[in-house]
């Protein structure tokens, strides 16, 4: 069974780069997407990006500028950053997989879940 | 950018059969998907592809699409059931994944 399991400070200053890592086991991390999703405190999910084993990428267009997603396959795992935080940026980070559904259009949804880690953005 | 509207809460006895909407304009083109989700824990797929329900979800748990609405249906409601409800799909050119603003289901 695929467990996932985010990583990195739980504290980042204000305009320095947040970066986390998830760990994946109990399964490759090729052939499947990998998606990043956050949730500011009290609020709603926020979808930040996803990456494929292969290492494509797509990302929030609101958080674009600032996003990066990477993948190193050879320890199974992906890892987010984000540039310039601010205080908005504090929020629970997850890490998730994601299935791919063909159908007219591609659609994306999160099978797998991490347990989410507390990112504080502060001085 | 794209949209999914939610009802903020949706309040129900126990027992009885709970309904939680979410509208967004390129639904009819992309399936939609929910999530459970209770406090200090992370989400947990509750329909898929409209209304596939994935292996150890209960079937009280039910989901249909009608034109820009999709909805989630909890049949004979439990205490359990209490947690925050997120819708899931995305634009109409697939490219970006939207999160609706989430539902609070309090069961009296």
């Known amino acids: 069974q695929v467990q996932l399991q985010e990583s990195g400070p739980g504290l980042v200053k204000p305009s320095e780069t947040?970066?986390?890592?998830?760990?994946v086991s109990g399964g490759?991390?090729?052939?499947?997407y990998w998606s990043w999703i956050r949730?500011?405190?009290?609020?709603?999910?926020?979808?930040?990006?996803?990456?494929?084993y292969s290492g494509s990428t797509n990302y929030n267009p609101s958080l674009k500028s600032r996003v990066t997603i990477s993948v190193d396959t050879s320890k199974n795992?992906?890892?987010?950053?984000?540039?310039?935080?601010?205080?908005?940026?504090?929020?629970v980070y997850y890490c998730a997989r994601v299935v791919v559904v063909v159908a007219a259009t591609l659609t994306y949804y999160m099978d797998v879940w991490g347990?989410?880690?507390?990112?504080?953005?502060s001085s | 950018s794209y949209e999914l509207t939610q009802p903020p809460s949706v309040s129900v006895s126990p027992g009885q059969t709970a309904r939680i909407t979410c509208?967004?304009?390129?639904?009819?083109?992309q399936y939609a998907y929910?999530?459970?989700q209770k406090p200090g824990q992370a989400p947990v797929l509750v329909i898929y592809k409209d209304s596939e329900r994935p292996s150890g979800i209960p079937e009280r748990f039910s989901g249909s699409s009608s034109g820009t609405t999709v909805t989630l249906t909890i049949s004979g409601v439990q205490a359990e059931d209490e947690a925050d409800y997120y819708c899931q799909s995305a634009d109409s050119s697939g490219t970006s994944v939207v999160f609706g603003g989430g539902t609070k289901l309090t069961v009296l």
């Open chain 1, 18 to 23: 947040l970066s986390l890592t998830c760990t």
């Open chain 1, 28 to 32: 490759s991390i090729s052939s499947y």
């Open chain 1, 77 to 91: 795992q992906f890892s987010l950053k984000l540039s310039s935080v601010t205080a908005a940026d504090t929020a």
């Open chain 1, 39 to 52: 949730q500011p405190p009290g609020k709603g999910l926020e979808w930040i990006g996803y990456i494929y």
């Open chain 2, 23 to 29: 509208s967004g304009d390129a639904l009819p083109k």
């Open chain 2, 34 to 36: 929910w999530y459970q």
């Open chain 1, 115 to 121: 347990k989410g880690t507390t990112v504080t953005v």
